[in-house]
């Protein structure tokens, strides 16, 4: 038995109109939103595999739905809260959807964790993606959901229409700013079935790359882990609609997270190595749960570090360091260890 999100799908539930870049039910592979008894549904299935959930709405904008709409909702998993065999409830919303009486509601039927998708804190951007909100409502709505106690995670986007390196990075700063709990950094997949989809095919939007998502992510982590903010995912979750032919491109990788981790070491191993001789032999110390990151797919950060500083050998190897620090090791000459 182990602790679980119970994930619960009301896709496009609430949304005003559709995000350029969002197709909810490719995205989930839902097709309708959950009824009550789904909810139930979901629970009853859930609780026999796992225990101590967490109920999440997720896929829509929760709060965003008429308010006995989200009454009913909540009120079917009442029960197993007050017998505690669901902890609590998260919901994924917008920042133009919060008032003080939406939280009132959320937080008497058991809502412990909101999510905002903020997506950017660029104007431009969230114009040019349709969101029909602004930078601003995300600040008040964090505000207001902080001060309420609720736990708050902000989601924010990568590679959006009108967005560059800059204004990706300087949007992760003004969330780090708004000291969320958690942050989920979405890199744009342009997915079938979307405004997005069809800009792209018009020309009129560049196909934010696997490989630009990895470099601007690469700035973008260590912002969130200097604050000491929880990066909870990293890329879109692989599903059998996407891997099938949904993602037509952009930023869609399984192994995205990994990618962007590999990079972030890569660029913090070039710093450890400034001013290392050529022909030098060099062991790089990590952390054990970095040794592959480290290494890079394909030994690709291997080969590069060791083409860039002309070292005569690169190797990785474990040492009970800090998740993310180098140590930089030289030996005489390259043995095997
Ligand atoms: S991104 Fe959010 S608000 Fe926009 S259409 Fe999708 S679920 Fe709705």
Redesign the pocket.
């Known amino acids: 038995m182990r602790k679980s999100i119970i994930p619960v799908f009301i896709?496009?539930l609430?949304?005003?109109?559709?995000?350029v870049?969002?197709?909810?039910k490719r995205?989930s592979g839902s097709l309708l939103p959950a009824s009550p008894e789904d909810v139930v549904k979901a629970i009853d299935e859930a609780l026999e595999k796992c225990e101590n959930a967490e109920l999440a709405f997720y896929?829509?904008?929760f709060t965003?739905i008429s308010m006995d709409e989200q009454r009913a909702l909540l009120s079917a998993a009442a029960p197993y809260l007050a017998e505690g065999r669901i902890t609590s409830i998260r919901v994924?919303?917008?920042p133009d959807a919060i008032s003080e009486d939406i939280l009132s509601l959320l937080w008497d039927r058991g809502v412990r964790t909101i999510e905002l998708?903020s997506?950017s804190m660029m104007d431009c951007v969230l114009s040019a993606s349709?969101?029909?909100h602004t930078a601003a409502d995300t600040e008040n709505a964090a505000k207001m959901i902080k001060s309420r106690g609720f736990s708050l995670v902000l989601q924010m986007m990568t590679g959006l229409p009108g967005s560059d390196m800059e204004k990706d990075i300087i949007t992760a700063e003004k969330i780090a700013a708004l000291k969320p709990d958690g942050v989920r950094i979405y890199p744009t997949v342009i997915i079938r079935d979307t405004a997005l989809a069809d800009m792209w095919a018009e020309g009129k939007y560049e196909e934010h790359s696997v490989e630009a998502a990895a470099e601007v992510c690469s700035e973008i982590l260590p912002i969130f882990e200097k604050a000491g903010i929880k990066v909870i995912r990293l890329g879109l979750n692989p599903s059998d609609e996407l891997s099938g032919g949904d993602a037509l491109g952009g930023a869609y990788h399984p192994a995205l997270g990994e990618i962007v981790k590999s990079r972030v070491l890569l660029k913090k191993a070039r710093e450890a190595l400034k001013g290392v001789k050529a022909g030098e032999n060099v062991v790089l110390r990590v952390n054990p749960s970095c040794l592959s990151q480290m290494i890079g797919q394909k030994r690709s950060n291997i080969i590069k570090l060791s083409e860039e500083f002309s070292l005569n050998s690169l190797s990785v190897k474990s040492a009970d360091v800090e998740i993310g620090e180098i140590i930089v090791e030289f030996v005489a000459k390259e043995k095997s260890l």
């Open positions: 896709p496009h609430g949304c005003p109109h559709d995000c870049f969002c197709n909810q995205i896929g829509g904008s965003a994924s919303t917008r998708g997506q349709w969101r029909g």
